[in-house]
């Protein structure tokens, strides 16, 4: 029986831990070949490791998704290497910022700027270079998650 991902290829922010691990673990078992973004490349290493266990085709991008340059050239090097993207999943948090939880009045510019570029900004650019290579190959799909934090 044919997998629902076979010869697919998905694309997961934050991939590297949590939901972005599991959801990247979810497109393994469906065939599809997997490319895990995160800032932490010994997570990333991790996650290699038991995403290969499970007979994954995976790679993992070292990349900050809050960097514009970074997410386009994680979006390339995913073309580059597999010649599509049929599924993009848009999943980082910025846990650098989540020891901030002070109200609004008592929270840093710095902590609100981090929280943005992550959880807003990146969506956005990562769509901007997930959807022009779609719309070259005539189809995809985008999933934009939040966690709890899009609610602070």
């Known amino acids: 029986m044919m997998k629902r991902f076979h010869g697919k290829v998905a694309f997961v922010t934050g991939g590297t831990t949590g939901i972005g691990l599991g959801i990247a673990r979810a497109f393994v078992t469906e065939g599809a ?3 895990i973004v995160g800032r932490n490349p010994a997570k990333g290493e991790a996650a290699l490791a038991e995403l290969r266990a499970m007979d994954g085709d995976v790679r993992y991008i070292s990349a900050d998704v ?4 970074d997410l386009e050239r994680a979006v390339a090097e995913t073309v580059k290497t597999y010649g599509r993207l049929d599924c ?3 999943n980082a948090v910025n846990s650098q910022y989540n020891q901030d939880h ?3 009045h008592e929270g840093s510019i710095e902590a609100y700027d981090g929280y943005m570029a992550v959880l807003v900004r990146a969506v956005w650019v990562g769509m901007k270079y997930q959807l022009q290579q779609m719309m070259k190959q005539g189809s995809g799909t985008i999933v934009n998650t939040a966690s709890v934090d899009a609610l602070r």
Do not use: E
């Open 66 to 69: 809050a960097d514009a340059a």
């Open 33 to 35: 070949r997997v490319v």
């Open 88 to 90: 993009a999943i848009n």
């Open 102 to 104: 002070l109200p609004t």
